[in-house]
Nanobody, 126 residues
Framework: QVQLVESGGGSVQAGGSLRLSCATS????????MGWFRQVPGKEREGVAT????????YYADSVKGRFTISQDNAVNTLSLQMLSLKPEDSAMYYC???????????????????WGQGTQVTVSS
């Protein structure tokens, strides 16, 4: 079905920037919610940002709002997450995820998503 492959992670100093990418494939004509989630060892996975692939509506976690921007490039089937003003607490494994959607804002709830990528590591040093 849907295949997701993340890339773009790395190590940066606090205040720096990174842009993550998620290459997608296997889509049908269905409408999807796409999202970025992150997780650190010993903690639960949390939603970062989501976007509706049809309408483009976005939704952000309070912790990243104003600093991160989620976007999609339908021409190359790629989902991106531009991260600015990175903080040490942003360090985590970042995952791309997807689920079918009927409309409205896409949720940040991890349990709603069932297509997942392998993750890409982001490390922010102080």
């Amino acid at each position: 079905q849907v295949q997701l492959v993340e890339s773009g992670g790395g190590s940066v100093q606090a205040g720096g920037s990174l842009r993550l990418s998620c290459a997608t494939s296997g889509y049908t004509g269905s409408r999807y919610c796409m999202g970025w989630f992150r997780q650190v060892p010993g903690k639960e996975r949390e939603g970062v940002a989501t976007i509706d692939t049809s309408g483009g509506s976005t939704y952000y976690a309070d912790s990243v709002k104003g600093r991160f921007t989620i976007s999609q490039d339908n021409a190359v089937n790629t989902l991106s997450l531009q991260m600015l003003s990175l903080k040490p607490e942003d360090s985590a494994m970042y995952y791309c995820a997807a689920k079918r959607s009927s409309g409205g804002y896409c949720p940040l709830f991890v349990g709603d998503y069932y297509y997942w990528g392998q993750g890409t590591q982001v490390t922010v040093s102080s």
